[in-house]
């Protein structure tokens, strides 16, 4: 779906209430002492502001439909979380098995119309993170599982347009694929490469781009992986390191990191504008490109190009002529 308007009729305000609301559904951003509260506390989306949802009488309704075997799923996790949580899971009832739900958010709560035990349906990733340091292979759940996810045109491989951010945000995930490169070189692999994955997956969008290894920093001393560049290569072209990637590289190389590591699945995705960073070529394939990475998962959009709206079906546009969220 991709919602189409003028500057103010409030496309990027129905992604964030979407946002706002299974993120709070999903315990996206909870600890293990918050299942219990119903309470949406906050939302991390650039320009979002919290203290506006609750000044006024807002209602968000969602109307979400899961995959039985996510749900199977789901309950699977459950039981292996209650056994190494006995005390938090105490009062928690066992998740339910409707494949319909309806979620309300109003008056800083949110709530579930069908039965308490039904949003505790959409909980799994929840359980899974809890469990990752006790029992990693719970990580396999990661692709049966879904959960909402955001990106819009400001996260990029920084944080902010500060050049230190700048800097730091390439040195984190430069740090991650120096990881992911070691092992991708081990003879002796137990699990899914992902680095592998990360390049088919980028390839979607940037087709011919492969990855070609490390390469020491200038007048570095040390051995670590903050002291290595990392290099891509389209075609025959010069090899280029991550730092240098275009602004809508950044962008999707963003996302991508993302879906690879955290297995992204079945998931609600919200993309604000992210094809401002993309030349016309790219805009033309970029919605074919995301149904090939993520089939099973929905795409809510934003954009004002006009060479996306012309590869989608007037049934997948939305067309926003004035200021529904106001």
């Given at each position: 779906?991709?919602?189409?308007?003028?500057n103010?009729?409030?496309?990027?305000?129905?992604?964030?209430?979407?946002?706002?609301?299974?993120?709070?559904?999903?315990?996206?951003?909870?600890?293990?002492?918050?299942?219990?509260?119903?309470?949406?506390?906050?939302?991390?989306?650039?320009?979002?502001?919290?203290?506006?949802?609750?000044?006024?009488?807002?209602?968000?309704?969602?109307?979400?439909?899961?995959?039985?075997?996510?749900?199977?799923?789901?309950?699977?996790?459950?039981?292996?979380?209650?056994?190494?949580?006995?005390?938090?899971?105490?009062?928690?009832?066992?998740?339910?098995?409707?494949?319909?739900?309806?979620?309300?958010?109003?008056?800083?709560?949110?709530?579930?119309?069908?039965?308490?035990?039904?949003?505790?349906?959409?909980?799994?990733?929840?359980?899974?993170?809890?469990?990752?340091?006790?029992?990693?292979?719970?990580?396999?759940?990661?692709?049966?599982?879904?959960?909402?996810?955001?990106?819009?045109?400001?996260?990029?491989?920084?944080?902010?347009?500060?050049?230190?951010?700048?800097?730091?945000?390439?040195s984190?995930?430069?740090?991650?694929?120096?990881?992911w490169?070691?092992?991708?070189?081990?003879?002796?692999?137990?699990?899914?490469?992902?680095?592998?994955?990360?390049?088919?997956?980028?390839?979607?969008?940037?087709?011919?781009?492969?990855?070609?290894?490390?390469?020491?920093?200038?007048?570095?001393?040390?051995?670590?992986?903050?002291?290595?560049?990392?290099?891509?290569?389209?075609?025959?072209s010069?090899?280029?390191?991550?730092?240098?990637?275009?602004?809508?590289?950044?962008v999707?190389?963003?996302?991508?990191y993302?879906?690879?590591?955290?297995?992204?699945?079945?998931?609600?995705?919200?993309?604000?504008?992210?094809?401002?960073?993309?030349?016309?070529?790219?805009?033309?394939g970029?919605?074919?490109?995301?149904?090939?990475?993520?089939?099973?998962?929905?795409?809510?959009?934003?954009?004002?190009?006009?060479?996306?709206?012309?590869?989608?079906?007037?049934?997948?546009?939305?067309?926003?002529?004035r200021?529904?969220?106001?």
């Amino acid at each position: 779906m991709c919602l189409v308007g003028n500057n103010g009729s409030g496309k990027t305000t129905v992604l964030q209430a979407i946002a706002f609301v299974l993120s709070a559904a999903t315990r996206k951003n909870a600890d293990i002492t918050s299942l219990q509260n119903t309470s949406v506390s906050s939302l991390s989306w650039n320009g979002f502001i919290y203290e506006r949802s609750i000044s006024r009488s807002t209602k968000i309704k969602l109307a979400l439909e899961l995959e039985p075997d996510e749900i199977t799923a789901t309950r699977e996790v459950f039981e292996i979380w209650k056994h190494y949580y006995p005390n938090e899971s105490h009062n928690v009832p066992t998740p339910d098995e409707l494949t319909e739900i309806t979620l309300i958010y109003e008056y800083g709560n949110v709530k579930c119309l069908e039965s308490t035990a039904a949003l505790f349906e959409l909980q799994g990733r929840f359980y899974i993170n809890t469990l990752l340091d006790i029992m990693p292979e719970v990580r396999d759940f990661y692709s049966r599982i879904g959960d909402i996810f955001w990106f819009d045109q400001y996260r990029n491989l920084a944080t902010t347009n500060s050049a230190t951010d700048w800097v730091n945000g390439v040195s984190a995930i430069r740090q991650s694929l120096m990881g992911w490169w070691m092992y991708h070189k081990s003879e002796s692999k137990t699990s899914t490469d992902i680095l592998v994955e990360l390049e088919k997956s980028f390839n979607i969008f940037f087709p011919k781009t492969r990855f070609v290894g490390v390469e020491p920093m200038k007048g570095g001393t040390n051995i670590y992986p903050q002291d290595f560049f990392f290099l891509l290569q389209r075609g025959d072209s010069k090899p280029y390191e991550l730092s240098e990637m275009s602004s809508g590289e950044q962008v999707i190389f963003s996302m991508l990191y993302q879906f690879v590591s955290l297995k992204v699945a079945r998931s609600t995705l919200l993309l604000d504008e992210l094809e401002l960073h993309l030349h016309a070529p790219h805009q033309q394939g970029f919605c074919g490109s995301l149904y090939q990475l993520a089939p099973d998962c929905q795409f809510i959009i934003t954009s004002h190009s006009p060479y996306i709206q012309e590869t989608l079906l007037d049934g997948e546009i939305v067309l926003m002529e004035r200021n529904l969220c106001q």
